[in-house]
Nanobody, 118 residues
Framework: QVQFVESGGGLVQPGGSLRLSCATS????????MGWYRQAPGKQREWVAT???????NYLDAVKGRFTISRDNAKKTLYLQMNSLKPEDTAVYYC????????????WGQGTQVAVSS
């Protein structure tokens, strides 16, 4: 079964940056599209960004121009570079592997907490 280990979160001031990482195991990483998701306190989990096997990216409108998703197939690792962070970006961030219809698996990691506050 595929497993995900997210890391890189922390407390940052508004306007700051963080780089999240997601190490995967249990699947052939390079053949799947991958996505980042987040869940803010009291809210449902929402999709943030996707990267296809060919490197095509797509973003939630609220993070376009500030976040960059990337992948290293050799390391089986997914990244999310987050710049110009805002308080509304505060959430637990998760990664997941996507099916051909962009549906994430049922296997979620523990996530990594991002807190944006002055």
């Amino acid at each position: 079964q595929v497993q995900f280990v997210e890391s890189g979160g922390g407390l940052v001031q508004p306007g700051g940056s963080l780089r999240l990482s997601c190490a995967t195991s249990g699947s052939i990483f390079r053949i799947y599209a991958m996505g980042w998701y987040r869940q803010a306190p009291g809210k449902q989990r929402e999709w943030v960004a996707t990267i296809t096997t060919g490197g095509i990216t797509n973003y939630l409108d609220a993070v376009k121009g500030r976040f960059t998703i990337s992948r290293d197939n050799a390391k089986k690792t997914l990244y999310l570079q987050m710049n110009s962070l805002k308080p509304e970006d505060t959430a637990v961030y998760y990664c997941n592997q996507l099916s051909r219809t962009d549906v994430p698996t049922d296997s979620w990691g523990q996530g990594t907490q991002v807190a944006v506050s002055s």
